[in-house]
């Protein structure tokens, strides 16, 4: 009892190798595109966060700057004949209490 060993045919055998081939090129030519895109996108969220701190900072750095106190934007001539110095004096002991 000997079991027959089927040939298989040449064509069969190269359509078999081909698709192998193709398979792997495509796997390959894909993981690359793939993984520059998740590259690009990582330098992209990078730079998107360090504009988002340098916003963040400047705005905290106004705030800063800005007057506090009751009169913000009060300013004071002291050259203007009607200058009022009791006004200014309040706004002194608002400003550095």
Do not use: C
């Not at 045919?9 to 796997?27: C, T």
């Not at 590259?39 to 340098?54: F, G, N, P, T």
């Not at 934007?73 to 400003?95: I, L, M, N, Q, R």
């Amino acid at each position: 009892m000997s079991a027959q060993v089927r040939q298989v045919s040449s064509l069969f055998k190269i359509a078999r190798w081909g698709a192998l081939g193709v398979g792997l090129s495509y796997g390959f030519v894909r993981a690359r595109t793939l993984r520059n895109e998740a590259a690009e996108r990582r330098i992209s969220q990078a730079y998107d966060r360090k504009v988002a701190l340098i916003a963040e900072a400047k705005k905290k750095f106004a705030e800063s700057k800005a007057p506090q106190g009751g009169s913000a934007g009060e300013t004071f001539d002291f050259e203007d004949p009607s200058f009022d110095a009791d006004k200014w004096f309040k706004h002194v002991e608002t400003k550095y209490q």
